[in-house]
């Protein structure tokens, strides 16, 4: 998996649209850090979750514009940069977004002197999240219009399932409740949930490698040249 990331973190030079792709990503990751303490103060740790996975998906979306062009294709390299190599890049990508995630709360708990009740099941439902935008990607650039209407249906459910669940553990007893160990073992958790996700959307990616790319998955300035 580490080399994996290592080959797409270097092929991502030849991307199409790298300086404002990477432009994006800086601003909407310093943006997220007040966003993300923003939303944890309020007890709502999600809001910047949503920003930390964008930050994550765009390396993979830059990565898959180099599979719009005829020479990248006939390459050794053509299957790897459809299914192991982008696996490997959102995986880590979410993994180091989650740790900057987890990183913010722990600073917090540290200078209030308490750990939230509900921070360490909010990051179970990040990684959750997480997990869910991963195996999307697995498909999407291949049938765009498919996953994301899946995407769009399944989304709401994970959440509205996630949050309920928290609201019944917090009665029954959390596990990953209040207390610094519990909030440690909720980020551990939501490392190996990463990681399955990365399985995940590696194995989906398989399944549809032979299926010609999206043009709509493709950012618009690279769909108009295809």
């Given amino acids: 998996m580490i080399n994996n990331w290592k080959l797409g973190i270097k092929f991502l030079r030849y991307a199409h649209g790298i300086k404002i792709n990477f432009i994006i990503g800086i601003i909407m990751l310093l943006l997220n850090i007040p966003v993300t303490i923003a939303g944890i103060m309020s007890e709502n740790q999600l809001m910047g979750g949503y920003m930390l996975m964008c930050v994550s998906m765009l390396p993979t979306q830059m990565l898959y514009s180099l599979s719009a062009s005829n020479m990248v294709l006939t390459t050794t390299y053509r299957k790897k940069l459809q299914t192991s190599i982008p ?131 493709q950012a618009a300035p690279l769909r108009k040249e295809l």
Wanted: charged share 5%; hydrophobic share 55%; glycine share 10%.
């Fill in 87 to 217: 696996a490997a890049l959102t995986c880590g990508n979410m993994m180091l977004m989650y740790l900057i995630n987890v990183l913010i709360n722990g600073i917090l708990a540290l200078t209030q002197g308490t750990v939230r009740d509900n921070a360490g099941t909010e990051l179970i439902i990040l990684a959750l999240m997480m997990v869910l935008i991963m195996v999307y990607m697995g498909s999407a650039y291949k049938y765009f219009t498919v996953s994301s209407l899946f995407l769009c249906l399944l989304l709401p459910f994970f959440m509205n399932m996630g949050l309920s669940g928290m609201s019944r553990m917090n009665r029954i007893g959390n596990p990953f409740g209040r207390g610094g160990m519990a909030f440690m073992s909720a980020a551990f958790c939501g490392l190996a949930m990463l990681a399955a996700g990365g399985l995940l959307q590696y194995m989906l990616s398989l399944l549809v490698y032979r299926a010609p790319l999206s043009k709509m998955a």
